[in-house]
């Protein structure tokens, strides 16, 4: 499957216009694409919008001024779902976006966090193992150093759990050079490819790492982290 490769749009252009979701030479962009508003609790709001040129994510702020954050160009509208951004999550005060940087296999996508009063991008929270998708459990955890924009070799010796709501992070120390001795057994490139699932239990998130390629269904070799989320409250 070919590949292509996502641009996130960081500068914002403001336009004074609505929301257009037509383009009447190909009309099955009409099926792909989905114009409906996604509305937040603080009268913000977030759609697509698109004509036979390109597909934009805008964001609608609650004083109902527009900014464009994402958009895919001539070509690429029929990607628009699989390839950039992706609404992921509210929470009190942000949104979380997940952005699809390829097409197709085998790359996982990382996770930006905007405003969600302003539109303004807060942080970019790389590759994620694991993001609530309960807005009164505002948790986000991730492998440390584990992202697109890293310019050196990355050691992967730790979590970040990402307490949105207040912007406080805290690391969890993971036995040192255990994730790239895991990559190096299972020939994985990124150790988010690792992680099975997370299980989630109440106020608890289970994650379950493999440390080698399971030889059979019985077997298999991995390592079991509990998280108490209250503990990450204050």
């Given at each position: 499957m070919k590949k292509l490769v996502a641009t996130v749009?960081?500068?914002w252009v403001t336009f004074a216009f609505g929301q257009n979701c037509r383009c009447d030479t190909d009309t099955l962009l009409s099926e792909i694409i989905s114009c409906d508003t996604i509305k937040f609790d603080n009268k913000a709001a977030l759609y697509w919008s698109?004509?036979?040129?390109?597909?934009?994510?805008t964001f609608k702020s609650p004083t109902n001024k527009e900014e464009i954050i994402f958009s895919l160009g001539e070509g690429l509208q029929n990607m628009t779902g699989r390839l950039g951004y992706i609404y992921a999550q509210e929470y009190k005060k942000a949104f979380l976006i997940q952005n699809n940087?390829?097409?197709?296999?085998?790359?996982?996508?990382?996770?930006?966090?905007?405003?969600?009063?302003?539109?303004?991008?807060?942080?970019?929270?790389?590759?994620?193992?694991?993001?609530?998708?309960?807005?009164?459990k505002p948790f986000v955890i991730a492998v440390t150093n584990s992202n697109y924009d890293t310019?050196?070799?990355?050691?992967?010796?730790?979590?970040?759990?990402?307490n949105i709501d207040n912007g406080k992070r805290?690391?969890?120390q993971l036995p040192k050079?255990?994730?790239?001795?895991?990559?190096?057994?299972?020939?994985r490139i990124y150790p988010e490819y690792l992680f099975d699932e997370p299980i989630i239990k109440g106020d608890t998130v289970i994650l379950k790492y493999y440390l080698k390629t399971p030889k059979n269904q019985a077997d298999k070799p991995v390592k079991?982290?509990?998280?108490?989320?209250?503990?990450?409250s204050s």
């Open positions: 749009i960081f500068s698109f004509n036979c040129d390109s597909s934009w994510l940087v390829i097409s197709g296999c085998c790359s996982p996508p990382d996770f930006y966090l905007y405003d969600k009063k302003t539109g303004e991008l807060k942080a970019n929270l790389g590759r994620v193992v694991f993001y609530s998708e309960n807005k009164r310019t050196t070799v990355a050691s992967y010796n730790s979590l970040t759990i990402y805290y690391i969890l050079r255990q994730i790239e001795r895991a990559l190096d057994a299972t020939e079991t982290i509990t998280l108490d989320l209250k503990k990450y």
